[in-house]
């Protein structure tokens, strides 16, 4: 079995993990911080915004299970890729939406798809997801790692978090595990 790796930024870690977890085909799911130039980013520090990482999480999956594509289908129904630097209530530039690829079928795959959203006038407003291959990737201190699993009644996680799984559960049944 090869597996592949992709690391998406789509707002809070924690949210994007929540979803992935679910996904049929996604091997291992992992909150991290990148393309920033930040060595060994700390959360105290990406949340200033002064390092140019972003909250992402990086997602080994088997592309005999799961596409490239259907893995970025999830990724722009569960947030919002036309909203500069922000998801919701989190501002700055670690919230901003983006795709980081490890080979150049993703970066053909995403940037197919960026086309089309873009020609289709997808979501009534442009696509501001970057598209950039994967650099400094830093893996999230532990208490980030499965923060949604572990603390499913905390009040972010109930708000913001939840609601993108269930959306997930209902527009990609197919995709669940």
Known sequence: MTLSTIVLGGGCFWCTESVYKEVRGVT???SGYSNGQAERPSYEGV????????EVVKLEY??????????LEIFFVIHDPTTLNR???DVGTQYRSGIYFTND???QTAQALLDELAHDNAFGRPVVTELVPLENYWPAEDY?????????HQGYCMAVAAPKVAKFRKTFARLAK
């Open 28 to 30: 291992d799911v992992e």
């Open 47 to 54: 949340c200033t915004g002064r390092t140019g990482c972003n």
């Open 62 to 71: 088997n592309p005999a299970v799961i596409s490239t594509r259907e893995i």
């Open 87 to 89: 998801q919701g209530n």
């Open 105 to 107: 079928e993703q970066k």
């Open 144 to 152: 980030h790692q499965d923060f949604f699993e572990r603390n499913p």
